[in-house]
């Protein structure tokens, strides 16, 4: 092995380690002290300034991480005194699972943030049979229609019940026959009625970098009551 090797990763050793370490977190530097790091035995951050544990070193003699150093100062910010973020919660919550900061983790998960997507929300959603399989769907039908467009639309059907379903089946049948791709979502069983689900199919295919909106579809062969289950999703590309 190179000798430059061996200086990049080798055990940290006690006698040599200095209580003060500088920090290069994915590029961002920070300073602290090893009984920081080592503050929560068990963690991984601590297990990564053990004595037995082979540390990265950059070019300036930092010990590097190859995490997202952003959001590595609410972490540090938690174990120095205790505090809790109040920005980027879900970056940070990332971070405290990587790093196994699992107090720091619990307290998140406590936080109307967190408990609202993880309790509420996609709880909710693994009660839609299909969900992220109609997503990807809706996304490849709407980027196959983009072509020398600027915006395309998916058209979906959102039916909570299986009365709801039921009533929507003639003008499935209708939509089918003219070979017109419909994205069906339901029924499902949840309180959370179409309103709900149609946002939560916004706000996730937006996540993803699209932008998208959602409008009622109405046309000459559906009765006005369908508008209530029917709903266009446009994307626009530019």
Request: with cysteine; proline share 5%; aromatic share 12%.
């Amino acid at each position: 092995m190179r000798e430059e090797d061996r200086q990049l990763s080798r055990p940290l050793q006690p006698r040599r380690l200095s209580p003060v370490v500088e920090l290069n977190v994915g590029g961002e530097f920070y300073t602290t002290t090893v009984g920081t790091l080592r503050k929560l035995p068990g963690s991984k951050l601590a297990e990564m300034f053990s004595s037995s544990a082979k540390a990265c070193i950059d070019a300036e003699g930092r010990f590097f991480i190859d995490r997202p150093g952003t959001y590595f100062g609410p972490i540090l910010d938690y174990l120095r005194s205790g505090q809790l973020p109040t920005q980027h919660i879900f970056e940070v919550y990332r971070e405290a699972q990587f790093y196994e900061i699992k107090p720091l983790v619990k307290l998140l998960e406590d936080t109307p943030q967190i408990f609202g997507e993880q309790v509420a929300r996609k709880q909710f959603l693994l009660r839609v049979p299909g969900y992220s399989e109609n997503l990807e769907l809706m996304v490849r039908l709407a980027r196959a229609e983009a072509v020398a467009a600027r915006s395309s639309g998916v058209l979906v059907c959102v039916v909570p019940t299986e009365e709801n379903a039921s009533f929507c089946a003639d003008a499935l049948r209708v939509l089918e026959a003219d070979k017109r791709s419909v994205i069906k979502f339901g029924p499902w069983k949840a309180a959370p009625d179409v309103k709900d689900l149609l946002d939560c199919v916004k706000m996730d295919i937006m996540a993803q970098g699209y932008q998208v909106d959602y409008k009622s579809h109405n046309e000459k062969a559906f009765s006005f009551a369908h508008s209530d289950y029917f709903y266009t999703f446009l994307f626009t590309w530019w």
